[in-house]
Structures are given as C-alpha cells and as structure tokens.
C-alpha cells in the first residue's frame, strides 16, 4: 500500500497567490482529515470528511480557506488569497471511520 | 471536549524504560485514549489506544488506572530513534464524533541520548 500521498511536498509562493493542496487517501478508508501545523500553535484540525462529506469545518481559519472532497480516491484544500502566516506543514490523514488516523509526508508551505 | 495535560519534555538514555503519563480528569464514559508518535519532518503515526486497565504491542504499553484519570505510555528499552514528540488524545471513536478524538494538544518532546 502506498500509504497516504500528498502533493506538492514543498511549495514556495508570494502573498496573494493561490494555493492548493492535494491529498490521495488510502484506499478503501472512508475519512479524511486536514491539519496545519506550526511551531506556535502546533498540530491542529482544519477539516474531515466522512464518505467524501465535510462534516466538521470549524477549524479552517477563515474564508480564504476551502476543502473539497470530489470523490473517495482525491481531496483538495485551497487558499486563495494566501498571507505569510499561513506558512506552515499541512499534513493530510486517512482512515478508516475514525479509527487509527495515517498520515501523509505533508507539505511544507512557504508564503513571502 | 476531554482535556490531556502531558509534560512539555523528558530525557532519558539508550536501554531505559520511559514512561509518558497523561492526565485526562474530565475522560467521559465513552472515550478511548490513543497515543500518536511523531518524527521531525514527519506525520504522526498511530502507537497505541486503550480504554481501561493494560494494553500491549510489538512498540509500547498503555496502562490506565481504575479511575481512567491518566493514562501512561510506557516504551521499554528505548534507543536514539525513539526520539520524538508523543501526543496523547482521548474522545469516543464510536460516537462519530470525530472532532472529540482529533485535539492534538502540544504533546511530550522524547530526547534520547546515548
């Protein structure tokens, strides 16, 4: 098994751009999960989903941020316009129901 | 939502036993306790989760009182790649509540020396 893929792993932008994220979960888990995490504030929730649902968003910092689920094998979250304090390691999980959570290698975000 | 409070660090030395105690006052009825692992420039990765009195694997050992206040991670024989950030969680994986189980908090930095 591939485990849980993410893409790009490194991404260097200028504030203003935008930006996404990309996650393949493993297959055959049916939640996936969204996490920032930074030096200060640590390892936080963004966003899951349940059978490609968005069941709990009240992590996302605000509404520049948003996450779509289009279907089982494929999850996307985007910052539009992006700022420099949304530098930080996004990291995407899967699993099945909510169960032991696998993480992916995550993407490390710069913004200048 | 239930709140962990674990130490910030720990030290210890190749081939001793550690132990990581989390306590969890407020633990509901309901919730598991699961305890993540996570290497620098890394994702978590899954250790181990309990609901009461001893649990085992190949990697660790979970002990949980009666009273399921606390719970303690215990790692025999550590060596330097044990060294990590440990994050102790607590929530109800079968309420689907998935929110209740996924508050990382600031977890217990292991440094290993040898």
């Known amino acids: 098994d591939a485990g849980v893929i993410q893409s790009p792993r490194h991404e260097v932008t200028e504030m203003g751009q935008e930006v996404t994220l990309r996650c393949k979960p493993i297959?055959?888990?049916?939640?996936l999960f969204w996490y920032r995490q930074t030096m200060m504030r640590g390892l936080e929730l963004l966003i899951y989903?349940?059978?490609?649902?968005?069941?709990?968003d009240s992590g996302m910092p605000e509404d520049r941020f948003s996450a779509k689920m289009p279907n089982a094998s494929f999850s996307t979250l985007k910052i539009q316009p992006s700022e420099p304090r949304d530098s930080a390691v996004y990291f995407c999980?899967?699993?099945?129901?909510?169960?032991?959570?696998?993480f992916g290698p995550g993407t490390r975000l710069t913004v200048l | 939502l239930a709140k962990t409070t674990q130490p910030i660090s720990m030290d210890s030395y190749e081939g001793q036993e550690v132990n990581i105690t989390c306590s969890h006052n407020?633990?509901?009825?309901?919730?598991?306790i699961t305890w993540y692992q996570q290497f620098p420039s890394q994702g978590p990765r899954f250790i181990i989760q309990?609901?009461?009195t001893k649990v085992t694997n190949e990697v660790a050992s979970l002990f949980i009182p009666a009273d399921r206040k606390s719970s303690t991670l215990s790692l025999p024989r550590v060596s330097l790649s044990d060294t990590a950030v440990y994050y102790c969680?607590?929530?109800?994986?079968?309420?689907?509540?998935?929110?209740?189980?996924?508050?990382f908090g600031g977890g217990t930095r292991l440094m290993v020396k040898p």
């Open positions: 999980a899967s699993s099945r129901q909510y169960n032991e959570q696998f």
């Open positions: 297959s055959g888990h049916n939640s």
């Open positions: 989903f349940n059978n490609n649902v968005p069941i709990d």
């Open positions: 407020n633990i509901a009825t309901n919730d598991y």
């Open positions: 309990g609901y009461k």
């Open positions: 969680l607590v929530g109800d994986i079968r309420s689907g509540n998935a929110g209740n189980m996924l508050t």
